[in-house]
């Protein structure tokens, strides 16, 4: 099975300041479509996940632009541009390439 | 607007058995691929299914597999996960999430099952 793992799993960040979360995979993530299926999630205290990134760099309907994801192969990264208060949560990325699908462990984003 | 309600969730012994049931409405059920995702309170997110539109092609993680069986009825937009030989460590927050160019364009509020004697 695929492992995919987070860093750093805690990130303290200064309001106003950018923010980056990496993802690897032990594998490559592209699939024979050509595809690369690697998302990247949000979860806010007490709410359900929200995805803000699929296939790598592209972002949900009515996720900020400060969200961005870029990445190839196995190495993948989230970045915020400038860290806003409900930003803070836990984020986690998903491979969906190779089944069974698997999440990182998550990445604790909270204000310094 | 797209709406993933779970239900069936509650507290169940060790070695029973739940159904979970995930109602759907607002986008065409018929032609999504859908998801079950689950939560220990506090811990991650774990992947456990995935299943196809026509309901004929599913794929389970190691950790459930042979003892939950994810299945749909196309006819109530409903999604199901049978969970059999349940153990205390099968007690989380189980999400029903819809599949868009990968799992969780959406997701349901989640129904806690608690296994505990």
């Known amino acids: 099975d695929v492992v995919v793992t987070q860093s750093p799993l805690s990130l303290p960040v200064t309001l106003g300041q950018p923010a980056s979360i990496s993802c690897r995979s032990s594998q490559s993530l592209v699939y024979s479509d050509g595809n690369t299926y690697l998302s990247w999630f949000q979860q806010r205290p007490g709410q359900s996940p929200r995805r803000l990134i699929y296939?790598?760099?592209n972002r949900d309907s009515g996720v900020p632009d400060r969200f961005s994801g870029s990445g190839s192969g196995t190495d993948f990264t989230l970045k915020i541009s400038r860290v806003e208060a409900e930003d803070v949560g836990l984020y986690y990325c998903?491979?969906?390439?190779?089944?069974?699908?698997?999440f990182g462990q998550g990445t604790k984003v909270e204000i310094k | 607007e797209v709406q993933l309600v779970e239900s069936g969730g509650g507290l169940v012994q060790p070695g029973g058995s739940l159904r979970l049931s995930c109602a759907a409405s607002?986008?065409?059920?018929?032609?999504?691929?859908m998801h079950w995702v689950r939560q220990v309170p506090g811990k991650g997110l774990v992947w456990l299914s995935l299943i196809n539109p026509e309901g004929t092609n599913t794929s389970y993680a190691d950790s459930v597999k042979g003892r939950f069986t994810i299945s749909r009825d196309n006819a109530k937009n409903t999604l199901y996960l049978q969970m059999n030989n349940l153990r205390a460590e099968d007690t989380a927050v189980y999400y029903c999430?819809?599949?868009?160019?990968?799992?969780?364009?959406?997701w349901g509020q989640g129904s806690l099952v608690t296994v505990s004697s």
């Open positions: 296939k790598v760099s």
């Open positions: 998903l491979q969906g390439t190779h089944w069974p699908q698997s």
């Open positions: 999430a819809k599949d868009s160019y990968g799992c969780g364009d959406y």
């Open positions: 607002g986008f065409t059920f018929t032609t999504s691929s």
